[in-house]
């Protein structure tokens, strides 16, 4: 007879008595953190310091999960959420937290991450930059979906720990003129021909207008046109489909459109295509760009390296400050329009090479070409490969710009307990409040 294989991870409807425990910490995706008979759980909608009552969602080997039914003993730190579906939309964590609570939470994640992981520990940490709560996020990727049993289309992001859809008509952490156009989207989009064929909306929302880019799996008709054209006009948007890859997009209306942003205390205009990436805040933006230029002492015969470039949105300001600035991206495209901004921005200091930072067969030459400072925008990846061959190099000044803590922890200690840097200071900015997500900088010297 078979055995029978134990099954490790099971799935349970949140049903049955309620368990009551503390809380005790936040988990790095924002659940509260309780333990009981032993064994850690994550449960969804608690705080550090409260006791709450939950049903348990699903029973693992190591861990279970769960969520709050009622809060018994509340956290001085705990507010009410703003959006009518948090809870159930997976766009946000920690609208139930007050914003000061939420940039300390991260500011700590940091730090714990640091010790843990790199082994090192900031000689100074500086005030965190935060900026709007509300309305911020200039750039998302919207779900699409027809849904028959609700007869309709729902345009938003996706569930918590789901593919579905979030049933919503409104959006608060979405720049207002788009986010609060989330109904008349979904209406726009059920009254297409094509309304089970867009799979996703691209949202930049920059100047003149906030851009949306439907992804359209099938042409649209010229009845559907006629109504996306129109519905642009209306809302004061613009509107592009996008039936295949990032080069197949195409206006709707107007039928020409030039996307920017500024950096006013640098008198730089940039320009990109709605799908490239940019920053989705952009008061955290300019606030990061002058922290990073004056973390790096910049004078004017240094010579400066920016690895990840993108369009240029560290270099252009370097090379309004430093003497020689070198560009690196990974992605053709980018590179070709972080020229095309330093060109239209009158800028002949600055130069840029396309190459793939995380090879590690690729000599990186350029490293070795005098650069004595150097700022670093990684992915979530982190710059590993870059900083195992810095050994030699002549930079003795380095700026860090994070978007996750691990990593930025893992490399922080390849540079201070291998190379021989220090980390002089670090902080969070707070470019994505309601959201576990941490974007960090850091100043490391010889």
């Not at 107007?254 to 730089?268: C, F």
């Not at 900015?429 to 010889?446: N, Y």
């Given at each position: ?18 368990v009551a425990a503390e809380i005790h910490d936040l988990s790095a995706d924002c659940r509260g953190v309780a333990r009981v008979e032993g064994k850690p759980v994550f449960v969804a909608g608690a705080l550090p310091g409260e006791r709450v009552a939950f ?152 100047e003149p207008l906030p851009v949306l880019v439907l992804r359209n799996l099938a042409p649209f008709s010229d009845e559907d046109l006629e109504k996306l054209a129109a519905f642009a006009r209306q809302q004061a948007l613009a509107l592009c489909q996008q ?150 190099s002549g930079i003795d000044r380095i700026v860090y710009v994070s978007c996750h803590p691990a990593t930025l922890a893992r490399d922080a200690g390849v540079l201070v307990n291998e190379l021989g840097y220090s980390l002089q200071q670090t902080t969070v ?18």
């Open positions: 007879m078979a055995r029978r294989r134990r099954r490790r991870n099971t799935a349970v409807a949140a049903s049955g008595e309620p049903h348990y969602t699903a029973r693992r080997k190591d861990y279970d999960e769960a969520t709050v039914v009622s809060v018994l003993r509340a956290s001085s730190d705990r507010v009410e959420p703003r959006c009518a579906v948090y809870g159930t939309c997976g766009g946000c964590a920690l609208q139930h937290l007050a914003t000061e609570a939420q940039v300390r939470f991260k500011l700590e994640r940091l730090l714990e991450d640091y010790q843990r992981i790199g082994k090192v520990v900031p000689q100074s940490v500086a005030a965190p930059l935060s900026g709007p709560a509300w309305g911020y996020r200039h750039k998302a990727r919207l779900g699409v979906r027809y849904v028959p049993k609700k007869g309709q289309v729902l345009v938003g992001f996706r569930e918590r720990q789901s593919s579905y859809i979030t049933d919503m008509t409104r959006c608060e952490i979405l720049h207002p003129a788009v986010g609060e156009k989330i109904a008349a989207l979904r209406e726009l989009l059920s009254a297409l021909s094509l309304y089970r064929q867009v799979a996703q909306i691209e949202v930049a929302v920059a039936p295949g890859g990032p080069e197949t997009i195409e206006p709707v209306y107007p039928q020409s459109l030039r996307l920017g942003y500024a950096l006013d205390e640098y008198a730089l205009q940039f320009e990109f295509s709605p799908t490239d990436f940019t920053q989705v805040n952009p008061a955290i933006n300019q606030r990061m760009v002058a922290l990073a230029l004056d973390w790096l002492a910049l004078e004017k015969e240094d010579r400066v390296l920016d690895l990840f470039c993108g369009i240029g949105n560290f270099s252009l300001p370097l090379a309004r400050k430093a003497g020689y600035v070198f560009g690196v991206e990974g992605v053709a495209v980018m590179t070709r329009k972080a020229r095309d901004n330093a060109q239209r921005n009158g800028l002949h200091n600055v130069e840029f090479a396309t190459q793939d930072l995380a090879a590690q067969d690729d000599p990186m030459r350029w490293l070795h070409k005098g650069f004595n400072k150097m700022l670093l925008d990684p992915p979530r990846s982190g710059a590993a490969e870059v900083i195992s061959r810095l050994g030699g900015l707070d470019m994505f409040p309601h959201t576990a997500h941490v974007e960090s900088i850091a100043l490391f010297s010889k």
